[in-house]
């Protein structure tokens, strides 16, 4: 059972190892419109369904009416206050790896896509939007992997409680028939001494009947 548990425990804290430092980065990317700056993050443990689930609902907080063609999410006239108040859109793909779901994201700001060279402030503020998306999607992921592992230990720990409640059972009917044993054992020792009190008076009552038998048939 113990090792049972810390198999378990392993499983979990190697799907925590994906606990390095999430960083963003810009490089060039084809989105729809041609060859424009992206930002890439990557999500660590997560399906595809649940980031892009997440960045359709943190898009449609941003006002934007999203909508999704060959495998591009776009996210028109969202507005990010931060940013400012001129409305921008965004273009997503979810590039799927193993154990890991990369974000690419180009932010049309009306003219010109976002990059750090030309929108230093802009980027800074778009850079921690995807950091802290790519982090809580990840934490999200491996939340959701320790509730498994969690039930499955659960499980596992409400299986050795009832091996050991049987373990016990099983020592008190041994003490029970070891108990009951004991007694027979003094009981057989009991009886064999009457048996052999009964024989021996059985031997002597014979012996009266016999004598008085003789008299009977003395008597002429």
Do not use: C
Not at 77 to 85: P, R, S, V
Not at 151 to 157: E, G
């Amino acid at each position: 059972m113990r090792k049972l548990t810390l198999f378990l425990f392993a499983i979990l804290f190697s799907s925590i190892s994906w606990g390095q430092k999430i960083t963003v980065h810009e490089q060039s990317e084809d989105l729809g419109k041609g060859k424009n700056n992206a930002l890439v993050v990557t999500i660590y443990g997560a399906d595809e369904s649940d980031v892009e689930h997440a960045w359709k609902s943190l898009m449609k907080d941003y006002g934007g009416k999203v909508s999704s063609t060959k495998g591009i999410m776009l996210a028109q006239n969202a507005i990010i206050k931060t940013m400012g108040d001129k409305p921008i859109d965004l273009y997503a793909r979810f590039d799927v790896k193993k154990d890991e779901v990369e974000l690419v994201v180009s932010f049309d700001l009306g003219g010109a896509f976002l990059s750090a060279s030309a929108h230093p402030d802009k980027y800074k503020i778009a850079e921690k939007i995807m950091h802290d998306f790519a982090a809580k999607a990840t934490a999200d992921a491996i939340n959701d992997k320790l509730k498994v592992q969690q039930k499955a230990l659960d499980k596992l720990t409400g299986q050795e409680k009832d091996l050991e409640k049987d373990n016990k059972n099983l020592n008190s009917d041994i003490d029970d028939y070891q108990n009951k044993i004991k007694k027979a054992q003094d009981a057989i020792v009991k009886n064999k001494d009457e048996q052999a009190k009964k024989q021996t008076e059985i031997s002597n009552q014979t012996k009266v009947v016999e004598e008085l038998d003789k008299k009977a048939k003395d008597v002429k």
